[in-house]
């Protein structure tokens, strides 16, 4: 039988809050109620995020296949692979980690909450997006070639079975706010945006901001749009995709001015934290939309907070946050 939505783990606090942003709406020349945010920063799993929604569909999938051992892979602070080690630790499961990069000496940010949550590290040094797919399927042969019985988890939880929890959300979303004009949100693997497409049926419905891991976005979002509606019995959606690519600057993770400008407004104006990596990127490019004007008057709009504190912690950026504070945001009174 194939994976529907009702194949789930239950993992997740939702549905989660939508919070009207109307002083950061009236800054960006937007009407009151219509700039909203849905808060998939709370979904509660060791943090939150909402790596937490696709686990709880790639974890009953791991689980119908009878593993003991998730794995999965990323960035050095990838959110993605503390969340897969705190679901492991819910379900009594191992779980392997294979991080880009070499053992920091002092563990920061999500590194910490990985040590913590106890899954096994393994720092495979330089890796990019293909790359770090790769090294999973290593780490699942040597687990195999060991006895065990390992998951391979894709890159940011993102196969057709992972989607569906973005498609769950996504019906959640039309559930709180049916005249929905637009969601924006982070692309990394880009699997949060596919769901979103497929629950919402149009691509013009959802604005993807890439963030600089995955290089074949704009081909991957469609088709996974396409395989999680599928799965859904949802229609295959309309239009065509929506990606933002310019706001990636010099590259994954590095900071940028409008980002911190972007972290900045959400703090000041609605006192939501952002984290330089994917959410401040995605408020960027919806600060960019808005003063561009591609979003029109009375459009009701969706930023979703899809997570990342925890690198808000990570070694780097505290400098970066110290120096020039308050480039946007109401002045000090
Ligand atoms: C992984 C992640 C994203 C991107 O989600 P994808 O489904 O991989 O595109 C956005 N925000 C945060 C905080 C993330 O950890």
């Avoid at 191992?94 to 000496?105: F, I």
Wanted: aromatic residues 4%; charged residues 20%; contains cysteine.
């Amino acid at each position: 039988m194939s994976p529907s939505l009702e194949s789930r783990i239950e993992l997740c606090h939702a549905p989660t809050p939508l919070e009207p942003m109307d002083r950061l709406g009236e800054w960006l020349g937007l009407a009151p109620g219509t700039l909203w945010v849905k808060r998939e920063d709370c979904t509660g799993l060791a943090g939150g995020g909402n790596k937490a929604r696709k686990l709880e569909y790639l974890c009953a999938e791991a689980r119908a296949e009878g593993c003991d051992v998730l794995v999965t892979g990323g960035g050095r602070q990838s959110n993605h692979a503390r969340s897969t080690a705190a679901a492991a630790n819910r379900l009594g499961l191992g779980c392997t980690l294979v991080l880009a990069g070499t053992r920091p000496d002092h563990p920061t940010g999500n590194v910490l909450l990985d040590q913590l949550l106890g899954a096994d590290l393994v720092w495979a040094g330089d890796l990019d997006y293909y790359g770090t797919e790769a090294a999973i399927t290593e780490a699942c042969d040597r687990l195999r070639a060991a006895g065990r019985r390992p998951y391979a988890v894709p890159v940011g939880g993102a196969s057709p079975v992972g989607t569906l929890g973005y498609v769950r959300a996504g019906l959640e979303l039309v559930a709180q706010l049916p005249d929905l004009d637009l969601a924006v949100v982070a692309d990394g693997s880009g699997g949060t945006h596919s769901g979103l497409v497929a629950a919402l049926g149009d691509h013009q419905r959802v604005l993807g901001v890439d963030v600089g891991t995955r290089p074949d976005l704009d081909d991957r979002v469609p088709e996974m749009a396409r395989a999680a509606a599928a799965l859904a019995g949802l229609p295959e959606p309309a239009g065509r995709v929506q990606i933002d690519h310019d706001r990636i600057g010099p590259g994954y993770g590095a900071p940028t001015p409008e980002t911190r400008i972007a972290l900045d407004a959400a703090a000041r104006w609605e006192g939501l934290l952002l984290d330089p990596v994917y959410t401040g990127r995605a408020m960027a490019g919806l600060i960019r939309a808005a003063r561009e004007g591609r979003i029109r008057s009375g459009q009701k709009v969706v930023y979703m907070h899809t997570g990342g504190t925890p690198a808000l912690f990570a070694a780097g950026y505290a400098e970066w946050i110290e120096t020039g504070a308050g480039s946007a945001g109401p002045p000090v009174r």
